[in-house]
């Protein structure tokens, strides 16, 4: 993959032509978007339209990725942005058999080694485990814990070292109401309070009003890069959900008139052909009878 050579970058991410190849498919199709620092971005678009992939590709675990991709200033993978960066996936990255409070600790001592970080990491696990709202059930089992419960374990995880990038793969799949409110507390104090860049993906249309500014995916391809506001506002609808179908029926009108045009320049093009090998044909028979009457003559 290529990289810009700047090490210092006002935005978060900054992506440049990147394309994506899974399964032999291509999955991300040349996508240009900007991530803005301690602000929450929204990445919406239906089951299957490259989310994850694009989140894999910003924490640098996807393969096969192509064009520019920088993170936090530097190219996407690269060993020093692994402390800077925080990531939950779908599935809860947690030991069923350990508590809340044992999962935090072996984690944090796998991010701070040595009994010299003994009191600072005592404190960033409770300080994660308060973040989440599990203070509670610090010591219960994790494998007794609720799914949403069991998120959030894996999203105080991810706290742990406070980290400038917050990458979340549909964090509130699952939750009832009051939970998702809570956690949408949580990313826009992480954003106000500490600065944290958040990128949230979700299909949950009524979640994008929640953000300060959404990509709106769809089939690998980014229809729009706004604000929910200018969302509504350029496509006149009341919501973002009214607007991301708005956009999509455009996207799909564009794409029979770009499909139409392409068949109809291929009829063309057989009619073409056609007629140069009738004439092709009548020429050759004309020089055939001449032939003809060339021999006719020399008798
Ligand atoms: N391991 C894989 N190998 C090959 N293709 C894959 C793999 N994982 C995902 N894909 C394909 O890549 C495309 C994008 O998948 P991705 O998981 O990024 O979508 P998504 O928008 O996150 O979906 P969801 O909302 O359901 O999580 C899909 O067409 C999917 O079939």
Same mark, same amino acid.
């Given at each position: 993959?290529?990289?810009?050579?700047?090490?210092?970058?006002?935005?978060?991410?900054?992506?440049?032509?990147?394309?994506?190849?899974?399964?032999?498919?291509?999955?991300?199709?040349?996508?240009?978007?900007?991530?803005?620092?301690?602000?929450?971005?929204?990445?919406?678009?239906?089951?299957?339209?490259?989310?994850?992939?694009?989140?894999?590709?910003?924490?640098?675990?996807?393969?096969?990725?192509?064009?520019?991709?920088?993170?936090?200033?530097?190219?996407?993978?690269?060993?020093?942005?692994?402390?800077?960066?925080?990531?939950?996936?779908?599935?809860?990255?947690?030991?069923?058999?350990?508590?809340?409070?044992?999962?935090?600790?072996?984690?944090?001592?796998?991010?701070?080694?040595?009994?010299?970080?003994?009191?600072?990491?005592?404190?960033?696990?409770?300080?994660?485990?308060?973040?989440?709202?599990?203070?509670?059930?610090?010591?219960?089992?994790?494998?007794?814990?609720?799914?949403?419960?069991?998120?959030?374990?894996?999203?105080?995880?991810?706290?742990?070292?406070?980290?400038?990038?917050?990458?979340?793969?549909?964090?509130?799949?699952?939750?009832?109401?009051?939970?998702?409110?809570?956690?949408?507390?949580?990313?826009?104090?992480?954003?106000?309070?500490?600065?944290?860049?958040?990128?949230?993906?979700?299909?949950?249309?009524?979640?994008?009003?929640?953000?300060?500014?959404?990509?709106?995916?769809?089939?690998?391809?980014?229809?729009?890069?706004?604000?929910?506001?200018?969302?509504?506002?350029?496509?006149?609808?009341?919501?973002?959900?009214?607007?991301?179908?708005?956009?999509?029926?455009? &996207? %799909? *009108? /564009? $794409? @029979? =008139? !770009? +499909?139409? &045009? %392409? *068949? /109809? $320049? @291929? =009829? !063309? +093009?057989? &009619? %073409? *052909?056609?007629? @140069? =090998? !009738?004439?092709?044909?009548? *020429?050759?028979? @004309? =020089?055939?009878?001449?032939?003809?009457?060339?021999?006719?003559?020399?008798?």
């Amino acid at each position: 993959m290529m990289n810009s050579a700047r090490t210092a970058d006002a935005n978060a991410v900054e992506a440049r032509g990147l394309t994506v190849v899974r399964g032999g498919r291509t999955v991300l199709r040349g996508l240009d978007f900007t991530v803005e620092p301690g602000r929450i971005t929204g990445l919406l678009g239906p089951s299957g339209c490259g989310k994850s992939t694009l989140m894999r590709a910003v924490v640098g675990t996807q393969a096969k990725v192509t064009g520019t991709l920088d993170v936090l200033g530097r190219p996407a993978g690269h060993p020093s942005l692994r402390p800077r960066i925080g990531y939950v996936t779908q599935a809860p990255s947690v030991y069923t058999d350990l508590t809340v409070r044992q999962n935090l600790d072996y984690f944090a001592a796998v991010l701070r080694p040595g009994r010299t970080h003994r009191a600072s990491r005592e404190e960033a696990v409770s300080r994660a485990i308060g973040d989440v709202d599990l203070t509670r059930h610090a010591d219960a089992l994790a494998g007794n814990l609720s799914g949403g419960q069991l998120s959030r374990v894996s999203l105080a995880v991810a706290l742990l070292a406070t980290p400038e990038l917050l990458v979340l793969d549909e964090p509130t799949v699952g939750l009832d109401p009051v939970l998702r409110r809570d956690l949408w507390n949580l990313f826009h104090g992480l954003a106000a309070d500490r600065g944290t860049t958040v990128l949230v993906s979700s299909h949950v249309m009524d979640e994008a009003e929640r953000c300060h500014r959404l990509l709106l995916m769809r089939e690998g391809e980014i229809l729009a890069d706004d604000t929910p506001d200018g969302l509504r506002t350029r496509t006149d609808s009341a919501t973002v959900e009214e607007a991301f179908l708005h956009l999509v029926d455009e &996207a %799909t *009108a /564009n $794409q @029979a =008139t !770009a +499909n139409q &045009a %392409t *068949a /109809n $320049q @291929a =009829t !063309a +093009n057989e &009619a %073409t *052909a056609s007629e @140069a =090998t !009738a004439s092709e044909t009548a *020429a050759s028979g @004309a =020089t055939e009878d001449e032939a003809a009457a060339c021999q006719e003559k020399t008798r």
